[in-house]
């Protein structure tokens, strides 16, 4: 099985920085993606940032310029660098990974980002 261990999440004032860290171990033969996602109390997971296999990324329009995704294909571990925080950042962020061959997906245990106003 893949696991997915997330790190860093934690309270932080509006203006500033954190960086998440999502470590992969398992079963992985290959990986087509990993990305963050992060769920609000109330409202839907939404895509936050991805990066795929030849390193194209994404971004959702209200973290673009803010925040940064970054992977070490060594240690299959993704980050998320995220500044000029703001409040409404404020959820659980969760790492996700789809595998190769199948694209089977796999989800971590998700952190909290707190950022206060």
């Known amino acids: 099985q893949v696991r997915l261990v997330e790190s860093g999440g934690g309270l932080v004032q509006a203006g500033g920085s954190l960086r998440l860290s999502c470590a992969a171990s398992g079963s992985i033969f290959s990986i087509n993606a990993m990305g963050w996602y992060r769920q609000a109390p109330g409202k839907q997971r939404e895509l936050v940032a991805a990066?795929?296999?030849?390193?194209?990324?994404t971004y959702a329009d209200s973290v673009k310029g803010r925040f940064t995704i970054s992977r070490d294909n060594a240690k299959v571990t993704v980050y998320l660098q995220m500044n000029s925080l703001k409040p409404e950042d404020t959820a659980v962020y969760y790492c996700n990974l789809e595998r190769a061959p199948t694209s089977a997906v796999y989800w971590g245990q998700g952190t909290q980002v707190t950022v206060s106003s």
């Open positions: 990066i795929t296999s030849n390193g194209r990324t």
